[in-house]
């Protein structure tokens, strides 16, 4: 659902608002406003409602000079970073309350960080707390929920009109493409199958200089690509595979995204517990969509191509066995011990297509493995692949956008678990699952471009169980943010 709020730029408070948001540094002398003379703060009566100044805290009055406002703790405001103002923003907008609010914002952002980047990381912040998914929400229960967070209008109040502008912009293309990421995984897998994340990607980047082309269930036979055959035999759904091209060239910078829309597990059945958050298994494929959508309204000039594999990962008579062997597009064949290890048989076709390609780069990024949720958590993702500037880049660029990614080894001594009595390779590793993201970094491995390649897990960050910072309950997206600032920066692997 589109980010229902409406933010502005203007030199002066708009007459009316319901609230004002303020800045507060701590000095040695007390705390000071990030607006001169806006207010005057007895700094006995702010340590009496337990406010200290640190960055975050927040402090609501009921009246200030006839209006209410809420006060937010800038620390001493030296170490502000692109990453806090983001947080800063998130925290703000989910303590402003009114429909019509204002943020005045001169002052806040430090003039030694880029301008554009900086306000474009504290909007960010402000849009995407604003998220929410009620698509399917009765009347009655949000007329029931209003006044949790019902600001429609927010104005940012600057004397540096013009120059802000840019990057609230900047925010509002990015926020929106994280936005329509979120919603594709939010949706019920009964309504996002194959065909209709086809549908709602052809709507998204329509008039987006985006190229679409589809290949259904008869082409990807005609194509070889036995993974995605082989993990959508179980479902009445067909499979789909989608190539997203942006500014045709030679060497692009290829973005592949895991897409099970639905994971029963196939015929190793997940448990009932283990399914109830299985329509998030197609994070990847939204993260990619919503990148090139973000990188064609960005103007971005250099050339991008996003591959996805779709399918409906499903338990039925015609559905993979265990000890079936498909072949992969490249020609590798794979013994399937596990048909719930199936995301990494769709990325071999997909990477094996990659290939082809001559990419400067190439990135998956999927929802694979319940190790490395165990490993990192549901807040950092794991990365791995076989070239440090190109991992380090992404960390970097992930530390910007205000995502997590740490570095998971392969090493080739790993590679044996994975061999296969039959075939080129299984699709497990060694029985107890040890090591489990490893493998199946090495199993991709063997279907990647066989240089500039990283993977991305993304099991653990593709989800959010609590309401917290730029995060809501459910899809956050995870991946957009991180891409865009890696392939736009001047950082970005070459």
């Known amino acids: 659902m589109p980010i229902d709020l409406n933010v502005s730029v203007q030199s002066r408070e708009p007459a009316g608002g319901d609230q004002i948001g303020l800045g507060l540094f701590r000095t040695s002398k007390g705390f000071r406003a990030n607006v001169s003379g806006i207010v005057d703060l007895d700094e006995l009566y702010l340590s009496r409602r337990n406010f200290s100044g640190d960055f975050g805290d927040v402090l609501n009055l009921p009246a200030l000079n006839g209006q209410a406002a809420v006060c937010i703790g800038l620390g001493e405001g030296t170490k502000l970073d692109y990453l806090s103002l983001r947080t800063l923003g998130a925290k703000l907008l989910r303590a402003l309350h009114g429909e019509n609010c204002a943020v005045y914002l001169d002052g806040i952002i430090p003039k030694r960080l880029d301008q554009k980047k900086a306000v474009a990381s ?72 194959p065909k209709n994340f086809e549908s709602s990607a052809k709507e998204f980047l329509k008039s987006s200089g985006v190229e679409i082309e589809i290949w259904d269930e008869k082409k990807i036979a005609t194509e070889r690509l036995g993974g995605v055959i082989g993990v959508s035999k179980g479902s009445n759904e067909p499979p789909r595979f989608i190539t997203l091209r942006l500014n045709k060239g030679k060497a692009p910078v290829v973005l592949v995204g895991k897409g099970v829309t639905f994971d029963s597990g196939g015929l190793s059945l997940k448990s009932a517990g283990g399914m109830e958050t299985m329509k998030t ?44 062997v ?11 011990l596990n048909t719930d290890a199936e995301g990494r048989l769709i990325l071999a076709d997909a990477l094996s297509i990659a290939c082809e390609l001559e990419p400067a780069a190439t990135i998956d990024l999927a929802t694979l493995t319940g190790a490395c949720v165990v490993a990192l958590g549901d807040k950092i993702a794991g990365v791995m692949g076989d070239d440090t500037r190109l991992v380090d880049g992404l960390i970097k660029s992930a530390q910007r956008a205000g995502e997590d990614l740490w570095r998971l080894p392969l090493p080739d001594f790993y590679r044996k678990h994975i061999d296969s009595e039959i075939a080129d390779i299984k699709n497990v590793g060694s029985p107890g699952g040890a090591g489990g993201s490893i493998t199946a970094g090495l199993f991709l491995k063997e279907f990647a471009p066989p240089n500039h390649w990283a993977h991305l897990d993304i099991a653990g960050p593709a989800r959010s169980t609590v309401d917290e910072g730029v995060l809501q309950k459910g899809a956050t997206g995870f991946g957009v943010r991180t891409l865009v600032e890696f392939i736009t920066s001047s950082g970005a692997f070459r």
């Open 326 to 336: 498909l072949v992969a597009r490249n020609g590798k064949t794979i013994e399937v």
């Open 122 to 193: 504290f909007v960010e912040g402000i849009l995407l707390a604003s998220y929410r998914f009620e698509k399917y929400k009765s009347k009655v229960n949000l007329d029931r929920n209003k006044g949790s967070n019902q600001v429609k209008n927010l104005c940012l109040v600057t004397s540096q009109v013009q120059s802000i502008k840019s990057g609230v912009e900047r925010a509002k293309v990015i926020s929106s493409c994280v936005a329509f990421a979120r919603d594709l995984v939010n949706e019920p897998a009964g309504t996002m199958t």
């Open 281 to 324: 298994d197609m994070s990847g494929a939204a993260a990619v969509v919503g990148t090139l959508a973000c990188l064609a309204r960005l103007k971005h000039k250099g050339p991008v191509v996003g591959l996805i594999p779709l399918v409906e990962n499903m338990p039925s008579g015609s559905a993979t066995k265990p000890g079936d």
